[in-house]
């Protein structure tokens, strides 16, 4: 499998001609290199052009090979320095999570998803990981309200009940996660959990 996708990797370089930009050949090289599974390298061509030094893409993309090869901190850096470069950027502001969650740094996790909810206020990858950390940091009464409010504006996604449902539960209102964990299985009827939690408690 190896070979084929090292085989792949050259005739993507070959197709790209002799007269492809130098930029071009560098960024096909990484994105082959990835293919391959050698993150490190792939991250390295890009580094070793003086014209990625200030690129946006270029450290977006380099945060993400850190955090595949699990460089954490080295990914954070990275996403911080795209950040830097356009503090608007939602794909940074969704890729430092990444990191973040792997060493379970939920507080940060939870002020990036607070920052880029301001951008665009109804992301729901945002909301859905702004619960994560919610949940991760036993903030019960912010993930019910949190939940409810998206099981508004996403009636019909399951994930916000499901968050519901756990609030509900550790502040004690079995009732209501029950309720909350029907909605489950109406989106999703063989819900592993939501059909658990209800048997448990009928």
Not at 108 to 134: C, F, I, N, S
Request: with cysteine; proline share 3%; charged share 20%.
């Amino acid at each position: 499998m190896r070979n084929c996708k090292h085989y792949l990797g050259i005739l993507l370089l070959a197709l790209l001609g002799n007269s492809a930009q130098a930029d071009d050949t560098v960024w096909a090289q990484s994105f082959a290199l990835q293919a391959e599974g050698d993150f490190y390298q792939a991250a390295q061509v890009l580094l070793q052009d003086p014209a990625n030094n200030d690129d946006e893409y270029a450290a977006l993309r380099i945060g993400y090979l850190s955090y595949l090869r699990g460089n954490y901190n080295d990914a954070i850096r990275f996403y911080e320095k795209a950040l830097t470069l356009n503090p608007s950027a939602i794909d940074a502001q969704l890729g430092i999570t990444l990191p973040l969650m792997a060493q379970q740094r939920w507080r940060q996790v939870k002020a990036h998803m607070q920052q880029l909810l301001k951008t665009a206020p109804w992301h729901y990858g945002g909301h859905v990981k702004l619960m994560m950390a919610e949940e991760a940091l036993a903030d019960w009464n912010a993930l019910s309200r949190h939940a409810s409010q998206l099981t508004i504006a996403y009636p019909a996604e399951a994930t916000a009940w499901v968050y519901l449902a756990r609030a509900a539960s550790w502040q004690g209102d079995t009732g209501k996660a029950k309720q909350a964990y029907r909605e489950v299985l109406k989106r999703i009827p063989n819900h592993i959990e939501a059909s658990a939690f209800i048997a448990k408690n009928s």
